[in-house]
């Protein structure tokens, strides 16, 4: 059985509001349950496990009431670090689980089913895959001092989520000690010495984290609304 680990820690600062940013309405509905729906949409029998801060938990409920939303998941507690709200999740994955497990973002609700559905594939053969797309700004390295020099940004990728892997060896990493150099899940498991394989991301993937971030996203929900209505 499959899985995937949908991580929605943040608190909406960078936001500039009260309400985390997952729960911000979204075309008629908060985005983490978009994000649940994309990954229902891949696979109706996938387990689904929510990651949510524990004050956030009972609001979560309600919102699930309000809306009606009965997909089926589990919900373990945040952690302090995106490190520890992945492990949380990943404990509620059974042990003797044979599969794949996939940690997403949870305000990263516009994720291609093909995206998914190749991240999973891909971690059937390889253990371990990510999606990445092309670095489009210019990018310097910074060297101290106030000085810098450019570096070739061919050699650069962006990296984004759902990154997949084997149960077990998702379980094995997560066993280590936490490291400031963990900065996502692929750094957990490539600590072990595992290759990650590399699959085609999307632009559409936005990850929600600025006003300016939800702004393009409502804009591109009215694009998807529009193609389906006018057959566009």
């Keep these: 059985m499959d899985y995937v680990i949908i991580v929605a820690g943040g608190k909406g600062l960078r936001m500039g509001g009260d309400t985390p940013k997952q729960f911000l309405p979204l075309a008629g509905?908060?985005?983490l349950m978009r994000t649940i729906e994309r990954?229902?949409?891949?696979?109706?029998r996938i387990g689904i496990i929510v990651v949510l801060p524990q004050e956030q938990q009972a609001y979560w409920k309600e919102?699930?009431?309000?809306?009606?939303?009965?997909?089926?998941?589990?919900?373990?507690?945040?952690?302090?670090?995106?490190?520890?709200?992945?492990r949380n999740g990943l404990s509620l994955v059974p042990d003797e689980a044979e599969g794949i497990v996939a940690?997403?973002?949870g305000v990263r609700p516009l994720v291609p089913v093909?995206?998914?559905d190749d991240c999973y594939e891909t971690a059937r053969d390889s253990f371990a895959a990510i999606p990445v797309i092309?670095?489009?700004?210019?990018?310097?390295?910074?060297?101290?001092?106030?000085?810098?020099?450019?570096?070739?940004?061919?050699d650069y990728k962006a990296v984004q989520t759902p990154q997949a892997f084997d149960i077990s060896l998702a379980k094995q990493a997560f066993r280590q000690p936490y490291?400031?150099?963990?900065?996502?899940?692929?750094?957990?498991?490539?600590?072990l010495g595992c290759q990650v394989a590399l699959v085609e991301g999307s632009r559409e993937n936005i990850k929600i984290t600025t006003p300016t971030d939800y702004f393009l996203f409502r804009a591109m929900v009215k694009v998807h609304e529009d193609q389906q209505i006018f057959g566009l």
């Excluded at 990954?39 to 109706?44: I, L, N």
């Excluded at 919102?63 to 992945?86: K, V, W």
């Design 103 to 105: 940690f997403h973002d």
């Design 179 to 191: 490291r400031e150099s963990f900065t996502d899940d692929a750094t957990v498991v490539e600590s």
């Design 63 to 86: 919102l699930c009431e309000r809306y009606d939303f009965h997909a089926p998941h589990q919900i373990a507690n945040g952690g302090a670090t995106r490190f520890e709200s992945s």
């Design 39 to 44: 990954f229902r949409a891949y696979s109706e």
């Design 114 to 116: 093909s995206v998914i």
């Design 134 to 154: 092309p670095v489009n700004d210019s990018l310097r390295r910074m060297e101290g001092e106030g000085r810098s020099h450019a570096v070739y940004r061919p």
């Design 29 to 31: 509905k908060p985005i």
